[in-house]
């Protein structure tokens, strides 16, 4: 009895857990975003973003020159950004490489980004905003070693 209450509890935590992120990002892959919409919703804008994989925030701007910048609790990137077809945007951080995601709209009205290789949900964004609304363009800070390594990766 006692381990189907503890089995009970967890599920329900489990549930508690997830449902926000779930509900979120609307996981739906097949919601592919207009080329259009998908370059409105990127140039000049701030994307505050949760990653679902690593469990961290993140926000990044996008300036319409293809300049971005990239922030978490480790740090600073700045790299490029590039729309890729009707679905992908792509990313060279000189640290990190280049990389891509596929980008789908949420039924929030979010940007739900998934792996290109297996379509698994790994970020979400929680707000969209425009401008460089946290002033991360300007910054020239030295990146030190472990920032944004979990972005692309598995």
């Known amino acids: ?13 489990v ?9 979120a990002a609307g996981l739906d892959p097949d919601r592919v975003i207009d080329s259009n ?15 679902v994989t690593g469990q961290y925030s993140w926000v990044e701007y996008y300036s319409p020159n293809g300049d971005a910048f990239y922030t978490d609790d480790n740090g ?3 790299g490029t950004w590039t729309l890729r077809g009707e679905r992908e945007i792509c990313f ?45 363009r300007p910054l020239s800070v030295v990146v030190p070693s472990g920032v944004g390594e979990e972005v692309g990766r598995d």
């Open 76 to 78: 600073f990137l700045q």
């Open 92 to 136: 060279d951080y000189p640290s990190l490489g280049t990389f891509c995601f596929a980008a789908r709209e949420t039924a929030s009205g979010q940007v739900a980004i998934y792996d290109l290789t297996d379509e698994r949900l790994i970020h979400i964004t929680t707000r969209i905003v425009s401008g460089d609304a946290e002033g991360l």
């Open 1 to 13: 009895m006692k381990k189907t209450a503890l089995a009970s509890l967890i599920a329900g935590l």
């Open 15 to 23: 549930l508690i857990i997830t449902t926000p992120i779930v509900r």
């Open 37 to 51: 919409l998908l370059q409105s919703l990127v140039t000049d804008k701030t994307w505050y973003g949760w990653a």
